[in-house]
């Protein structure tokens, strides 16, 4: 086998411990649910979801995962922020923590940690495998939207829980078809996460997406636990209640079928090194 860095080496146990924390983190939020608290939840939820896809992908086609994510997610929500574009009026409070602009911190790397669990989801479902199985525009087009969707499956309990529990933005229009919420900021989820997802696609085809260490069916387990934490939190905490309801269904049947998928992944055998 290849030698490996000492960082590669280490990264499967680097991912682990951030998903450990991430749910400590998360678990310590249904106490007591404080800025500190979410903004320590949302940074271990990126940086995890930032150790498995440098694991998954490699350090470059991570990093330009991480880039395009952050960038748009920033530019989509400062322009929502200010201008009402893709998800309509609406004004950021300080309950999410400190800003770049107007739009806090988390927001951005929250679009990074989302759209990778929703490319690795996506991914296992029609390919059975956490990585693409075929290349070409179109395929690249139609997981893309597969896992925009899969994404704002999330949205869907996500946004009523932050704006009425959390108050961390304040709607313009509080009287959309969504309890309160409006069917345009749902386009706008759908949209953003195509373009973010879309745009790393295209930036990857000519490069070889190969991980820097054995990357096993347990470590692709890590992007998973991710999404169904978000999903069990809405089961306890939703708000309004239907949301409690809704979140196991919204959300859980791509989980399941990306679980069912994972069983049927075979991580690829290690290349051996032949002697000169």
């Given at each position: 086998m290849p030698a490996q860095t000492?960082?590669?080496?280490?990264?499967?146990?680097?991912?682990?411990?951030?998903?450990?924390?991430?749910?400590?983190?998360?678990?310590?939020?249904?106490?007591?649910?404080?800025?500190?608290?979410?903004?320590?939840?949302?940074?271990l939820m990126f940086a995890c979801c930032w150790a498995s896809a440098t694991h998954l992908l490699g350090a470059r086609p991570a990093l330009q995962f991480v880039l395009i994510a952050v960038s748009l997610g920033w530019f989509a929500e400062q322009m929502g922020?200010?201008?009402?574009?893709?998800?309509?009026?609406?004004?950021?409070?300080?309950?999410?923590?400190?800003?770049?602009?107007?739009?806090?911190?988390?927001?951005?790397?929250?679009?990074?940690?989302l759209t990778y669990a929703g490319y690795v989801i996506g991914n296992l479902i029609v390919w059975q495998s956490p990585v693409d199985g075929a290349p070409g525009l179109g395929n690249a087009a139609m997981l893309s939207f597969l896992a925009a969707m899969i994404v704002t499956a999330f949205d869907l309990g996500a946004d009523p829980y932050l704006?009425?529990?959390?108050?961390?933005?304040?709607?313009?229009?509080?009287?959309?078809?969504?309890?309160g919420e409006t069917v345009q900021g749902f386009f706008g989820w759908v949209f953003v996460a195509f373009c973010i997802i879309f745009s790393f696609r295209l930036?990857?085809?000519?490069?070889?997406?190969?991980p820097p260490s054995p990357f096993l069916r347990r470590h692709a387990r890590v992007p998973l636990a991710i999404y169904a934490t978000g999903m069990v939190f809405q089961m306890i905490l939703g708000n309004p209640v239907e949301i409690r309801s809704?979140?196991?269904?919204?959300?859980?049947?791509?989980?399941?079928?990306?679980?069912?998928?994972?069983?049927?992944?075979?991580?690829?055998?290690?290349?051996?090194e032949v002697a000169a």
């Open positions: 000492p960082l590669a080496a280490r990264l499967p146990v680097l991912t682990f411990a951030l998903l450990a924390a991430f749910l400590v983190a998360t678990a310590a939020r249904t106490h007591n649910d404080t800025t500190i608290a979410i903004v320590s939840a949302s940074v922020s200010t201008h009402g574009w893709f998800f309509g009026h609406y004004t950021y409070t300080d309950v999410l923590g400190a800003r770049f602009v107007d739009v806090p911190i988390v927001i951005p790397m929250m679009w990074f940690a704006v009425y529990t959390l108050k961390a933005w304040i709607m313009a229009k509080t009287d959309g078809a969504w309890f930036s990857v085809r000519k490069l070889p997406l190969q809704i979140a196991p269904f919204a959300m859980g049947i791509p989980l399941l079928c990306a679980i069912a998928g994972l069983q049927r992944w075979r991580a690829p055998a290690p290349t051996m």
